[in-house]
């Protein structure tokens, strides 16, 4: 059982590439999350999928673009990438988007840097 | 959107002291108030949570106390230990998509042996 898993651990893109960061989970959870995570600015909400068949904006979607491929899988991907989408991005899932039990559980990031 | 503030930025205290940290929201349709611990080089994982109608919970050495008429809520660690050295972000919730969170940006918490 290995949770969520999120690929690639690290990249290193130049301004104007593209790229796909990819999250599967496999607690049959219904809800998954993109988060991204700058030095001393928390965890910020890119876009969610409250359940399998719907996306929606999140705090800070500017950039991004998102596919909820089936229940597992949840992808983030950075059309024209910019050095201010330079972060450590968190793929997260829950168990249901609402009812008794809210906690997400997270991968292990991935660290991006735009050159 | 809500906005929520969480204080102090960086927390030291001494093995075996109570730390405390706070956390201020905005929206007072926000019903779920979670604490998430990050280590270093780590994700954040859940510690202890707190729904809008309970005033507080714990949970051994860490307990949550929520006041919705002020509208903060605080994380309390009692009896610390070095291994409770991390960053924890409180984090906040409207409406039904309970992981739809709001986080603050974090205490680096300290306990020195």
């Known amino acids: 059982n290995a949770g969520v898993t999120q690929t690639p651990k690290f990249q290193v893109l130049k301004t104007g590439q593209s790229m796909t960061l990819q999250c599967a989970q496999d607690m049959n959870h219904n809800s998954m999350y993109w988060y991204r995570q700058d030095p001393g600015m928390g965890l910020r909400l890119i876009y969610y999928?409250?359940?399998?068949?719907?996306?929606d904006k999140g705090e800070v979607p500017n950039g991004y673009n998102v596919s909820r491929l089936n229940k597992r899988e949840f992808s983030l991907r950075l059309e024209s990438a910019a050095p201010s989408q330079t972060s450590v991005y968190f793929c997260?899932?829950?168990?249901?988007?609402?009812?008794?039990?809210?906690?997400?559980?997270f991968g292990e990031g991935s660290r991006l840097t735009v050159l | 959107g809500e906005n929520v503030e969480q204080h102090p930025s960086t927390l030291s205290v001494q093995e075996g002291d109570s730390a405390v940290i706070k956390c201020t929201y905005s929206d007072s349709a926000s019903n779920y108030f979670p604490w998430y611990k990050q280590e270093l080089g780590k994700r954040p994982q859940l510690i202890i949570d707190i729904r809008s109608n309970v005033g507080e919970k714990k949970d051994q050495r860490i307990a949550v106390t929520l006041n919705k008429t002020a509208k903060h809520f605080s994380l309390h660690i009692t009896e610390t230990q070095p291994e409770d050295s991390a960053v924890y972000f409180c984090?906040?919730?409207?409406?039904?998509?309970?992981?739809?969170?709001?986080f603050g940006r974090g205490t680096q918490l300290t306990v020195w042996p």
């Open positions: 984090a906040a919730s409207v409406g039904s998509t309970l992981g739809r969170l709001y």
């Open positions: 997260a899932s829950s168990a249901s988007s609402g009812g008794a039990n809210g906690e997400l559980f």
């Open positions: 999928s409250a359940s399998e068949g719907t996306t």
